[in-house]
């Protein structure tokens, strides 16, 4: 099966909850990615061994799987070492995705995506520049994700979402995904109109606190 070809031109729907979140159990991940297989997602963004193993066994789309691990000296994260990728990999995830940002980091991106390969899986670059994007694709990403402009330091302040990243990967040649800050249907098909290949979207369908608060601080304003 080509993933990519299996999500490409759809919604993608990342079913995560912060730790203080009322939603954090995996119990209550697995009903996230239930919900967002029966609105018509093609595939889930799942943080998480544990959670990518029981959405694995209850949903048939393909995961995007990634992990959240603080690492002394770095501030990357997203499934920042090589075991990361390993655990993923064996609890079913069918894509691997990390941060490829350029930032001190405990594994260079060339040997997570060796592992990645390795492997027999997809490999999708977090970035939030178009020069970590081509260092990724040169180094052996599959695609690369715009999930981490306005993330980075360097990147601070940049419009949410980032089309004109969009449009430097897109006219780049570059494989890519829309993530990130996407709160708007019309911001989804925008992407796609700039060439993604599929659009990620969490918090604006999965997080129900981060929801309420957009419509509690309108009333409020």
Not at 4 to 30: K, N
């Amino acid at each position: 099966m080509d993933i990519m070809e299996t999500m490409r031109g759809r919604l993608v729907v990342s079913c995560q909850a912060a730790e203080t979140s009322p939603l954090h159990a995996t119990e209550h991940i697995v009903a996230l990615a239930r919900a967002a297989a029966l609105g018509g997602a093609a595939g889930v963004r799942i943080e998480g061994v544990r959670n990518v193993q029981a959405v694995r066994g209850a949903i048939d789309l393909p995961i995007i799987g990634i992990t959240k691990i603080a690492q002394p000296g770095s501030d990357v994260y997203i499934t920042p070492s090589l075991e990361d990728v390993r655990s993923l990999v064996a609890a079913g995830a069918d894509v691997i995705a990390f941060d490829a940002t350029d930032r001190p980091r405990p594994v260079p991106v060339a040997d997570i995506v060796s592992e990645i390969t390795r492997l027999g899986k997809a490999g999708m670059a977090d970035v939030s520049t178009l020069a970590e994007a081509r260092q990724a694709i040169a180094a052996g990403a599959d695609f690369v994700g715009t999930t981490l402009s306005g993330y980075t330091p360097y990147t601070a302040g940049t419009a949410a979402p980032d089309f004109a990243l969009m449009g430097d990967l897109a006219q780049a040649g570059i494989a890519f995904v829309a993530e990130g800050r996407i709160w708007e249907p019309e911001q989804a098909r925008r992407a796609l109109t700039l060439g993604a290949a599929f659009v990620v979207v969490g918090s604006a369908i999965t997080r129900p606190d981060e929801i309420t608060r957009r419509f509690a601080d309108a009333l409020a304003g």
